[in-house]
């Protein structure tokens, strides 16, 4: 019988460890087993203590052209309509924007760990809550031809097939919102996104949103509240 060590080996090299405390990666395990494991993980009875909404990229440099993207346009916009979604179905979620422009420092990255943002997160984020990064993409050149045709992309932590974010994103497609899912399998600069690195393994759920620049206030607010519903069960 394995004991297994925290979820975040789901998204690394990591896997169980046997009772010798030596590494089993988790692709020689029985397919059984890592279903189980992740099922017991993934929940819906398991209560969600807290909610956790942050910006990291909030900030907008004013003397920045807006094609260099100081910025994440749509986030905060995407992040209070999640927020009051939340609330409108009785959640008190902590909503947290960053106040400093990643020019000068990066929230998302390891460089940022001991500013009053991270300790905010550490400190209101208990086990077993949700954890939502929220972040928008424009829609020219690189990001536009590999998520364009999406209004908004979920980034999961657990890998392409983590349970909680293909349930996800299927209320949302079922809802008629154009969405993708991307996992540092699909595509490794999510390993580089530090904030959902650091902070994901506390969470039952933990995800990131990147919203598509372009899409209407009236379809962010729309898939916001397809979202909402889903989180709050």
Same mark, same amino acid.
């Given at each position: 019988m394995f004991e297994f060590s925290d979820g975040a080996t789901l998204a690394g090299s990591a896997g169980g460890v046997n009772k010798k405390g030596c590494t089993v990666p988790l692709q020689v395990l029985p397919r059984f087993l890592y279903d189980i494991f992740k099922a017991i993980r993934y929940d819906s009875r398991v209560p969600m203590s807290t909610i956790v909404?942050?910006?990291?990229?909030?900030?907008?440099d004013p003397k920045s052209p807006r094609e260099d993207h100081s910025c994440d346009f749509a986030a905060p916009d995407g992040a209070q309509l999640l927020n009051a979604h939340l609330k409108k179905r009785g959640k008190l979620p902590t909503l947290l924007i960053g106040n400093i422009n990643r020019? +000068?420092?990066?929230? @998302?990255?390891? *460089?940022? $760990?001991?500013? %009053?943002?991270h300790r905010t997160i550490a400190a209101k984020l208990a086990p077993g809550g949700v954890y939502v990064d929220m972040h928008s993409f424009p829609t020219?050149?690189?990001?536009?031809?590999?998520w364009g045709q999406n209004?908004?992309?979920?980034?999961? +932590?657990?890998?392409? @097939?983590?349970? *909680?974010? $293909?349930?996800? %994103?299927?209320?949302?497609?079922?809802?008629?919102?154009?969405c993708r899912v991307e996992s540092p399998e699909t595509?490794?600069?999510?390993?580089?996104?530090?904030?959902?690195?650091?902070?994901?393994p506390l969470a039952r759920i933990p995800l990131m949103v990147e919203l598509n620049e372009s899409v209407t206030p009236e379809r962010r607010s729309y898939a916001m509240d397809v979202l909402a519903h889903y989180l709050c069960g």
């Open positions: 909404i942050t910006v990291p990229h909030a900030k907008c020019t +000068y420092l990066d929230l @998302n990255r390891p *460089a940022a $760990a001991n500013t %009053a943002f020219e050149g690189y990001w536009d031809q590999v209004e908004l992309v979920l980034c999961a +932590y657990f890998g392409i @097939n983590d349970i *909680a974010t $293909a349930d996800i %994103a299927a209320k949302l497609r079922r809802g008629g919102i154009k595509l490794p600069l999510v390993k580089d996104y530090y904030l959902i690195q650091k902070f994901g």
